[in-house]
Protein backbone atom coordinates (compact mmCIF):
# COMPACT_ATOMS: atom_id res chain seq x y z
CA UNK A 1 0.00 0.00 0.00
CA UNK A 2 1.23 3.08 -0.87
CA UNK A 3 0.42 6.81 0.66
CA UNK A 4 1.68 10.12 -0.10
CA UNK A 5 1.21 13.39 0.98
CA UNK A 6 0.78 16.73 -0.62
CA UNK A 7 1.58 20.26 0.98
CA UNK A 8 0.12 23.26 -0.89
CA UNK A 9 2.39 26.05 0.82
CA UNK A 10 4.18 28.93 -0.31
CA UNK A 11 8.28 28.28 0.57
CA UNK A 12 10.42 31.37 0.48
CA UNK A 13 14.33 30.26 0.77
CA UNK A 14 17.19 32.48 1.88
CA UNK A 15 20.53 32.94 -0.61
CA UNK A 16 23.01 32.08 1.85
CA UNK A 17 25.77 31.91 -1.10
CA UNK A 18 26.46 33.61 -4.48
CA UNK A 19 29.09 32.39 -6.33
CA UNK A 20 31.09 30.96 -9.20
CA UNK A 21 31.39 27.76 -8.39
CA UNK A 22 29.35 25.13 -5.81
CA UNK A 23 30.67 21.67 -5.31
CA UNK A 24 28.06 19.23 -4.26
CA UNK A 25 29.52 16.57 -1.83
CA UNK A 26 32.98 16.88 0.10
CA UNK A 27 34.04 13.10 -0.68
CA UNK A 28 38.16 13.22 -2.41
CA UNK A 29 36.71 14.38 -5.94
CA UNK A 30 34.80 16.83 -4.58
CA UNK A 31 37.33 18.25 -1.92
CA UNK A 32 39.97 18.27 -4.71
CA UNK A 33 37.54 19.84 -7.35
CA UNK A 34 36.61 23.06 -4.85
CA UNK A 35 40.54 23.09 -4.25
CA UNK A 36 41.34 22.81 -7.99
CA UNK A 37 38.59 25.56 -8.99
CA UNK A 38 39.81 27.60 -5.91
CA UNK A 39 43.41 27.52 -7.23
CA UNK A 40 42.67 28.73 -10.64
CA UNK A 41 40.56 31.90 -9.38
CA UNK A 42 37.39 31.18 -8.78
CA UNK A 43 34.90 31.64 -5.94
CA UNK A 44 34.07 28.41 -4.56
CA UNK A 45 31.38 27.22 -2.37
CA UNK A 46 31.72 23.76 -1.23
CA UNK A 47 28.95 22.01 0.52
CA UNK A 48 29.12 18.48 2.40
CA UNK A 49 26.19 16.54 4.27
CA UNK A 50 28.42 15.20 6.84
CA UNK A 51 30.53 16.77 9.66
CA UNK A 52 34.25 16.01 8.50
CA UNK A 53 35.68 15.97 3.99
CA UNK A 54 36.90 13.25 2.49
CA UNK A 55 33.81 10.84 1.94
CA UNK A 56 34.48 7.21 1.67
CA UNK A 57 38.36 7.67 2.07
CA UNK A 58 37.74 9.02 5.42
CA UNK A 59 34.15 8.44 7.09
CA UNK A 60 33.95 5.24 4.85
CA UNK A 61 37.39 4.31 5.55
CA UNK A 62 38.65 3.08 2.39
CA UNK A 63 41.92 3.09 3.91
CA UNK A 64 44.28 2.08 0.79
CA UNK A 65 44.80 4.40 -2.52
CA UNK A 66 45.20 2.40 -5.76
CA UNK A 67 44.81 2.32 -8.86
CA UNK A 68 47.78 4.67 -9.36
CA UNK A 69 50.09 2.87 -11.23
CA UNK A 70 50.33 1.58 -14.96
CA UNK A 71 52.43 -1.32 -14.35
CA UNK A 72 53.55 -1.86 -17.80
CA UNK A 73 54.68 -5.66 -17.29
CA UNK A 74 56.89 -7.03 -19.83
CA UNK A 75 58.21 -3.59 -20.76
CA UNK A 76 61.96 -1.71 -20.11
CA UNK A 77 60.13 1.43 -18.75
CA UNK A 78 58.70 -0.59 -15.48
CA UNK A 79 55.28 0.69 -13.61
CA UNK A 80 54.48 4.30 -13.99
CA UNK A 81 52.56 5.98 -11.46
CA UNK A 82 49.79 8.10 -13.20
CA UNK A 83 47.48 9.21 -11.02
CA UNK A 84 49.27 12.60 -9.66
CA UNK A 85 48.71 15.87 -8.68
CA UNK A 86 46.39 16.81 -5.77
CA UNK A 87 46.35 13.47 -5.05
CA UNK A 88 49.66 13.54 -4.48
CA UNK A 89 50.12 16.27 -2.23
CA UNK A 90 47.22 14.71 0.08
CA UNK A 91 49.80 11.68 0.53
CA UNK A 92 52.75 13.90 1.09
CA UNK A 93 50.44 15.84 4.02
CA UNK A 94 49.31 12.70 5.63
CA UNK A 95 52.71 11.48 5.68
CA UNK A 96 54.35 14.32 7.33
CA UNK A 97 51.26 13.68 9.89
CA UNK A 98 52.41 10.28 10.31
CA UNK A 99 49.59 9.16 8.67
CA UNK A 100 50.60 7.23 5.36
CA UNK A 101 52.98 4.67 4.25
CA UNK A 102 54.15 3.13 1.13
CA UNK A 103 56.60 1.74 -0.11
CA UNK A 104 59.88 3.57 -1.99
CA UNK A 105 60.20 3.42 -5.74
CA UNK A 106 63.18 0.58 -4.93
CA UNK A 107 60.97 -1.89 -2.56
CA UNK A 108 58.61 -1.75 -6.28
CA UNK A 109 59.50 -5.38 -7.37
CA UNK A 110 57.82 -8.96 -7.76
CA UNK A 111 59.67 -10.90 -4.91
CA UNK A 112 58.92 -12.69 -1.30
CA UNK A 113 60.98 -10.31 0.58
CA UNK A 114 59.46 -7.45 -0.64
CA UNK A 115 55.96 -8.85 -0.41
CA UNK A 116 56.65 -9.94 2.85
CA UNK A 117 57.44 -6.50 3.61
CA UNK A 118 54.64 -4.69 1.70
CA UNK A 119 51.88 -7.29 1.21
CA UNK A 120 49.88 -6.51 4.40
CA UNK A 121 49.89 -2.85 3.84
CA UNK A 122 47.93 -2.97 0.59
CA UNK A 123 50.61 -2.17 -1.82
CA UNK A 124 50.37 -5.70 -4.10
CA UNK A 125 48.96 -5.42 -7.83
CA UNK A 126 46.10 -7.73 -7.24
CA UNK A 127 45.23 -8.08 -10.67
CA UNK A 128 47.91 -10.03 -11.43
CA UNK A 129 48.08 -13.86 -11.14
CA UNK A 130 50.71 -15.96 -9.84
CA UNK A 131 52.75 -15.66 -6.76
CA UNK A 132 54.35 -13.27 -5.07
CA UNK A 133 52.61 -10.34 -6.90
CA UNK A 134 54.23 -7.48 -7.80
CA UNK A 135 54.80 -4.71 -4.88
CA UNK A 136 53.38 -1.28 -6.45
CA UNK A 137 52.60 2.19 -5.55
CA UNK A 138 49.66 2.49 -2.85
CA UNK A 139 49.07 4.47 0.20
CA UNK A 140 47.68 2.84 3.27
CA UNK A 141 46.58 5.99 5.80
CA UNK A 142 45.03 7.27 8.70
CA UNK A 143 41.09 8.58 7.80
CA UNK A 144 41.54 11.22 10.75
CA UNK A 145 44.90 12.14 8.80
CA UNK A 146 42.80 12.42 5.77
CA UNK A 147 39.94 14.62 7.25
CA UNK A 148 42.90 17.22 9.05
CA UNK A 149 44.51 17.34 5.44
CA UNK A 150 41.40 17.99 3.50
CA UNK A 151 40.71 21.10 5.86
CA UNK A 152 43.59 22.46 5.50
CA UNK A 153 44.11 22.46 1.56
CA UNK A 154 40.11 23.52 1.91
CA UNK A 155 41.00 26.19 4.27
CA UNK A 156 44.33 27.51 2.40
CA UNK A 157 42.52 27.94 -0.83
CA UNK A 158 39.65 30.53 0.54
CA UNK A 159 37.13 28.03 -0.20
CA UNK A 160 33.68 28.68 1.40
CA UNK A 161 32.82 25.55 3.67
CA UNK A 162 29.56 24.15 4.35
CA UNK A 163 29.16 21.31 6.17
CA UNK A 164 25.98 19.81 7.63
CA UNK A 165 24.26 20.71 4.79
CA UNK A 166 22.60 17.67 2.81
CA UNK A 167 21.68 18.46 -1.29
CA UNK A 168 17.53 18.50 -1.76
CA UNK A 169 16.75 20.19 -5.27
CA UNK A 170 18.84 21.47 -8.37
CA UNK A 171 17.81 24.95 -9.98
CA UNK A 172 17.21 24.85 -13.55
CA UNK A 173 16.36 27.73 -15.94
CA UNK A 174 15.88 27.17 -19.26
CA UNK A 175 18.53 24.19 -19.53
CA UNK A 176 21.55 25.69 -16.93
CA UNK A 177 21.86 24.80 -14.01
CA UNK A 178 21.44 27.66 -11.84
CA UNK A 179 22.62 26.53 -8.34
CA UNK A 180 21.34 24.42 -5.54
CA UNK A 181 19.24 23.91 -2.74
CA UNK A 182 20.48 22.48 0.67
CA UNK A 183 18.82 20.79 3.60
CA UNK A 184 20.30 22.47 6.77
CA UNK A 185 19.13 22.35 10.55
CA UNK A 186 18.35 26.12 9.47
CA UNK A 187 15.60 24.93 7.19
CA UNK A 188 16.11 25.32 3.25
CA UNK A 189 19.31 27.01 1.75
CA UNK A 190 20.12 28.10 -1.09
CA UNK A 191 23.40 28.41 -3.32
CA UNK A 192 23.37 30.49 -6.60
CA UNK A 193 26.15 29.99 -8.66
CA UNK A 194 27.74 30.04 -12.60
CA UNK A 195 28.90 26.44 -12.34
CA UNK A 196 28.09 23.42 -10.80
CA UNK A 197 29.92 20.50 -9.98
CA UNK A 198 28.45 17.11 -9.40
CA UNK A 199 30.74 15.33 -6.54
CA UNK A 200 27.82 13.74 -4.63
CA UNK A 201 29.40 9.98 -5.79
CA UNK A 202 25.10 9.24 -6.77
CA UNK A 203 24.62 11.68 -9.04
CA UNK A 204 22.14 13.58 -7.27
CA UNK A 205 22.26 16.96 -8.04
CA UNK A 206 22.63 15.74 -12.04
CA UNK A 207 19.73 13.76 -11.90
CA UNK A 208 17.86 16.23 -10.04
CA UNK A 209 18.29 18.72 -13.09
CA UNK A 210 16.81 16.05 -15.49
CA UNK A 211 20.25 14.57 -17.10
CA UNK A 212 20.23 10.63 -18.12
CA UNK A 213 21.83 8.10 -15.74
CA UNK A 214 21.21 4.53 -15.46
CA UNK A 215 21.04 2.77 -12.29
CA UNK A 216 23.26 -0.16 -11.42
CA UNK A 217 24.19 -2.32 -8.33
CA UNK A 218 27.46 -3.55 -6.72
CA UNK A 219 28.58 -4.94 -3.31
CA UNK A 220 28.49 -2.86 -0.46
CA UNK A 221 30.44 -3.06 2.52
CA UNK A 222 30.26 -2.25 6.62
CA UNK A 223 33.98 -1.84 6.49
CA UNK A 224 35.69 -1.97 10.43
CA UNK A 225 38.98 -1.22 12.12
CA UNK A 226 40.19 -3.75 15.11
CA UNK A 227 42.46 -2.56 17.94
CA UNK A 228 45.39 -4.24 19.79
CA UNK A 229 46.35 -6.63 17.04
CA UNK A 230 50.03 -8.33 17.38
CA UNK A 231 50.39 -7.59 13.77
CA UNK A 232 53.99 -8.88 14.20
CA UNK A 233 52.77 -12.09 15.54
CA UNK A 234 50.02 -12.35 12.93
CA UNK A 235 52.08 -12.03 10.21
CA UNK A 236 55.32 -14.22 11.73
CA UNK A 237 52.53 -16.97 12.02
CA UNK A 238 51.31 -16.51 8.67
CA UNK A 239 54.68 -17.27 7.36
CA UNK A 240 56.19 -19.96 9.41
CA UNK A 241 53.36 -21.66 8.91
CA UNK A 242 51.66 -21.33 5.92
CA UNK A 243 49.38 -24.22 5.87
CA UNK A 244 48.01 -23.83 9.17
CA UNK A 245 47.37 -20.09 8.58
CA UNK A 246 45.50 -20.63 5.06
CA UNK A 247 43.36 -22.89 6.52
CA UNK A 248 42.59 -20.57 9.06
CA UNK A 249 41.59 -17.51 6.58
CA UNK A 250 39.43 -19.29 5.11
CA UNK A 251 37.58 -20.38 7.68
CA UNK A 252 37.70 -16.52 9.07
CA UNK A 253 36.70 -15.21 5.14
CA UNK A 254 33.40 -17.69 5.54
CA UNK A 255 32.76 -16.53 8.97
CA UNK A 256 32.69 -13.00 7.43
CA UNK A 257 30.94 -13.79 3.99
CA UNK A 258 32.53 -11.97 1.85
CA UNK A 259 35.97 -10.56 1.70
CA UNK A 260 38.56 -9.65 -0.49
CA UNK A 261 42.16 -12.05 -0.62
CA UNK A 262 42.99 -10.21 2.33
CA UNK A 263 40.33 -9.39 4.81
CA UNK A 264 42.74 -7.40 7.27
CA UNK A 265 45.36 -4.88 6.72
CA UNK A 266 48.01 -3.10 8.35
CA UNK A 267 47.47 0.63 9.23
CA UNK A 268 49.76 3.94 10.42
CA UNK A 269 48.39 3.45 13.84
CA UNK A 270 50.57 0.52 15.41
CA UNK A 271 48.10 -2.15 16.46
CA UNK A 272 45.54 -1.24 14.39
CA UNK A 273 43.91 -3.10 11.46
CA UNK A 274 41.76 -2.34 8.54
CA UNK A 275 39.23 -4.91 7.34
CA UNK A 276 37.69 -4.18 4.46
CA UNK A 277 34.84 -6.61 4.84
CA UNK A 278 31.88 -8.20 4.82
CA UNK A 279 31.19 -7.38 1.13
CA UNK A 280 27.66 -7.97 0.56
CA UNK A 281 25.59 -8.00 -2.59
CA UNK A 282 21.95 -7.17 -3.19
CA UNK A 283 21.93 -3.98 -1.40
CA UNK A 284 20.21 -0.70 -3.11
CA UNK A 285 22.83 2.12 -1.73
CA UNK A 286 19.74 4.50 -2.45
CA UNK A 287 17.16 2.98 -0.25
CA UNK A 288 17.08 3.84 3.72
CA UNK A 289 15.34 0.69 3.95
CA UNK A 290 18.42 -1.34 1.84
CA UNK A 291 21.00 0.20 4.48
CA UNK A 292 19.48 -0.32 7.57
CA UNK A 293 19.00 -4.01 6.54
CA UNK A 294 22.67 -3.48 5.56
CA UNK A 295 24.31 -1.83 9.19
CA UNK A 296 22.51 -4.72 10.87
CA UNK A 297 23.87 -7.38 8.67
CA UNK A 298 27.14 -6.13 8.99
CA UNK A 299 27.49 -5.46 12.08
CA UNK A 300 26.56 -9.13 13.00
CA UNK A 301 29.30 -10.52 10.62
CA UNK A 302 32.04 -8.75 12.05
CA UNK A 303 30.97 -9.23 15.54
CA UNK A 304 31.08 -12.99 14.27
CA UNK A 305 34.54 -12.42 12.20
CA UNK A 306 36.17 -11.07 15.82
CA UNK A 307 35.31 -13.54 18.28
CA UNK A 308 36.54 -16.03 15.72
CA UNK A 309 39.65 -14.11 15.29
CA UNK A 310 40.52 -14.05 19.32
CA UNK A 311 39.87 -17.31 19.30
CA UNK A 312 41.92 -18.92 16.67
CA UNK A 313 44.33 -16.69 15.00
CA UNK A 314 47.76 -15.50 16.81
CA UNK A 315 48.39 -12.03 17.35
CA UNK A 316 44.35 -11.54 17.58
CA UNK A 317 44.00 -12.82 20.78
CA UNK A 318 43.26 -9.30 22.74
CA UNK A 319 41.58 -7.65 19.43
CA UNK A 320 38.46 -5.22 20.39
CA UNK A 321 36.31 -3.77 17.80
CA UNK A 322 37.38 -0.38 17.18
CA UNK A 323 34.10 0.54 15.00
CA UNK A 324 32.19 0.48 11.72
CA UNK A 325 33.02 3.36 9.44
CA UNK A 326 30.70 6.90 10.12
CA UNK A 327 29.36 5.60 6.38
CA UNK A 328 28.46 2.47 4.34
CA UNK A 329 30.75 1.66 1.67
CA UNK A 330 28.07 2.09 -1.63
CA UNK A 331 30.25 0.86 -4.66
CA UNK A 332 27.40 2.16 -7.47
CA UNK A 333 24.16 3.87 -7.67
CA UNK A 334 23.49 6.08 -9.98
CA UNK A 335 25.69 6.72 -13.36
CA UNK A 336 25.30 9.49 -15.78
CA UNK A 337 24.98 8.73 -19.56
CA UNK A 338 25.90 11.98 -21.12
CA UNK A 339 28.30 13.11 -24.03
CA UNK A 340 30.70 9.83 -23.68
CA UNK A 341 29.67 6.69 -22.17
CA UNK A 342 32.86 4.91 -21.17
CA UNK A 343 32.57 0.90 -22.33
CA UNK A 344 34.04 -2.03 -20.34
CA UNK A 345 35.78 -2.49 -23.69
CA UNK A 346 37.51 1.18 -23.44
CA UNK A 347 38.75 0.41 -20.00
CA UNK A 348 39.84 -3.60 -20.53
CA UNK A 349 41.48 -2.27 -23.54
CA UNK A 350 43.14 0.89 -21.84
CA UNK A 351 41.68 3.05 -24.86
CA UNK A 352 43.22 6.15 -25.41
CA UNK A 353 41.57 9.24 -25.89
CA UNK A 354 42.22 12.34 -27.47
CA UNK A 355 40.46 14.32 -25.10
CA UNK A 356 41.66 12.54 -22.10
CA UNK A 357 41.69 14.66 -18.69
CA UNK A 358 42.84 12.32 -16.13
CA UNK A 359 43.63 8.41 -15.88
CA UNK A 360 43.25 5.56 -13.76
CA UNK A 361 45.65 2.61 -13.42
CA UNK A 362 45.81 1.77 -17.23
CA UNK A 363 42.98 3.31 -18.57
CA UNK A 364 42.01 6.87 -19.66
CA UNK A 365 38.28 9.04 -18.94
CA UNK A 366 37.77 11.29 -21.79
CA UNK A 367 36.45 15.21 -20.62
CA UNK A 368 33.01 14.10 -22.25
CA UNK A 369 32.21 11.61 -19.95
CA UNK A 370 32.24 14.24 -17.16
CA UNK A 371 29.21 16.00 -19.03
CA UNK A 372 25.76 15.58 -18.91
CA UNK A 373 23.49 15.92 -22.31
CA UNK A 374 21.56 19.49 -22.41
CA UNK A 375 22.39 20.75 -19.42
CA UNK A 376 24.79 23.45 -19.20
CA UNK A 377 27.20 24.59 -16.43
CA UNK A 378 27.45 21.32 -15.26
CA UNK A 379 29.99 19.01 -14.60
CA UNK A 380 30.44 15.78 -12.58
CA UNK A 381 33.31 14.12 -10.99
CA UNK A 382 33.52 10.79 -9.19
CA UNK A 383 32.43 7.18 -9.43
CA UNK A 384 29.06 8.47 -11.09
CA UNK A 385 31.02 9.67 -13.94
CA UNK A 386 29.76 8.60 -17.89
CA UNK A 387 30.15 4.85 -17.94
CA UNK A 388 28.63 1.16 -18.56
CA UNK A 389 27.45 -0.80 -14.93
CA UNK A 390 30.68 -2.91 -15.75
CA UNK A 391 33.30 -0.77 -16.92
CA UNK A 392 32.90 1.12 -13.55
CA UNK A 393 33.25 -1.74 -11.68
CA UNK A 394 36.79 -1.90 -12.69
CA UNK A 395 37.47 2.36 -12.95
CA UNK A 396 35.70 3.82 -9.88
CA UNK A 397 39.04 3.78 -7.14
CA UNK A 398 39.62 6.81 -5.07
CA UNK A 399 42.91 8.47 -6.50
CA UNK A 400 40.96 7.94 -10.37
CA UNK A 401 38.12 10.22 -8.60
CA UNK A 402 40.62 12.60 -7.39
CA UNK A 403 41.82 13.75 -10.52
CA UNK A 404 38.58 13.22 -12.12
CA UNK A 405 37.45 16.62 -9.62
CA UNK A 406 40.87 17.95 -10.01
CA UNK A 407 40.05 18.32 -13.94
CA UNK A 408 36.71 19.45 -13.48
CA UNK A 409 37.56 22.65 -11.50
CA UNK A 410 40.16 23.39 -13.84
CA UNK A 411 37.31 22.81 -16.58
CA UNK A 412 34.74 25.20 -14.91
CA UNK A 413 37.26 28.43 -14.49
CA UNK A 414 38.30 27.41 -17.94
CA UNK A 415 34.60 28.24 -19.32
CA UNK A 416 34.30 30.99 -17.51
CA UNK A 417 37.27 33.01 -18.19
CA UNK A 418 36.61 32.20 -21.83
CA UNK A 419 32.50 32.61 -21.64
CA UNK A 420 31.65 29.22 -23.05
CA UNK A 421 29.78 26.21 -22.25
CA UNK A 422 31.26 23.69 -20.53
CA UNK A 423 30.79 21.25 -23.35
CA UNK A 424 33.29 23.89 -25.48
CA UNK A 425 35.82 24.60 -23.38
CA UNK A 426 39.73 23.61 -25.11
CA UNK A 427 40.37 20.89 -23.82
CA UNK A 428 44.23 21.11 -24.64
CA UNK A 429 44.18 24.07 -22.08
CA UNK A 430 42.51 21.52 -19.37
CA UNK A 431 45.18 18.88 -19.92
CA UNK A 432 48.23 22.17 -20.17
CA UNK A 433 46.79 23.52 -16.52
CA UNK A 434 46.98 19.90 -15.41
CA UNK A 435 50.44 19.14 -16.14
CA UNK A 436 51.32 22.94 -14.34
CA UNK A 437 49.53 21.54 -11.53
CA UNK A 438 51.93 18.12 -11.32
CA UNK A 439 48.71 15.70 -12.60
CA UNK A 440 48.90 13.42 -15.12
CA UNK A 441 45.71 14.36 -17.81
CA UNK A 442 46.94 11.14 -19.95
CA UNK A 443 46.57 13.29 -23.23
CA UNK A 444 49.85 11.19 -24.12
CA UNK A 445 49.43 7.60 -24.41
CA UNK A 446 51.36 5.04 -22.97
CA UNK A 447 53.49 2.45 -24.50
CA UNK A 448 50.50 0.34 -24.06
CA UNK A 449 47.84 1.92 -24.46
CA UNK A 450 45.24 1.23 -27.27
CA UNK A 451 45.75 3.91 -29.75
CA UNK A 452 42.59 4.31 -32.96
CA UNK A 453 42.32 6.67 -35.65
CA UNK A 454 38.74 8.27 -35.93
CA UNK A 455 37.78 5.96 -38.65
CA UNK A 456 39.00 2.50 -36.73
CA UNK A 457 36.88 3.69 -34.18
CA UNK A 458 34.15 4.35 -36.18
CA UNK A 459 34.24 1.37 -37.84
Known amino acids: MSDTLTLNRSETIPVVADCDVVVVGGGPAGQTAAVSAARNGANVVLCERYHHLGGMASGGQVLVLDDMVNPRYGSDLGP ?6 IVSEVVERMDRLDGAVFPPPEDCIKSWEMWKKWSRWGAIDFHQTGMPQPIIHAVAFDPDAWKRVALDLVREAGVNLRLHSWFSEALVEDGKITGVILQTKMGRQAVRAKMVIDATGDL ?26 DTDKATAFEYEHPE ?23 TPLPGIVWCNC ?16 AEYEGRDRMQKLLHFARANIPGFENAKMLGAAEQMGIRQTRLLQGEYVVTKKDVTSRRWFEDSVCRGRDYYTPYRALLP ?76 ALVQTTEEIEA
Not at 204 to 229: K, N, P
Not at 246 to 252: Q, T
Not at 278 to 288: I, K, L, Q, T, V
Request: with cysteine; charged share 20%; aromatic share 6%.
Open 80 to 85: EIVTTG
Open 204 to 229: DVAASAGAEFLTGQFIVTTVFRLADV
Open 244 to 266: KYKKLDREARRVIGGAWGMWWLK
Open 278 to 293: PHMPGYDGMSPEHMVA
Open 373 to 448: KGIDNLIVAGRHYSVESDAQKTSREIPPCMSQGEAAGIAVVQALQAGVALRDVDVSGIQKQMRAQGADPGDQPASN
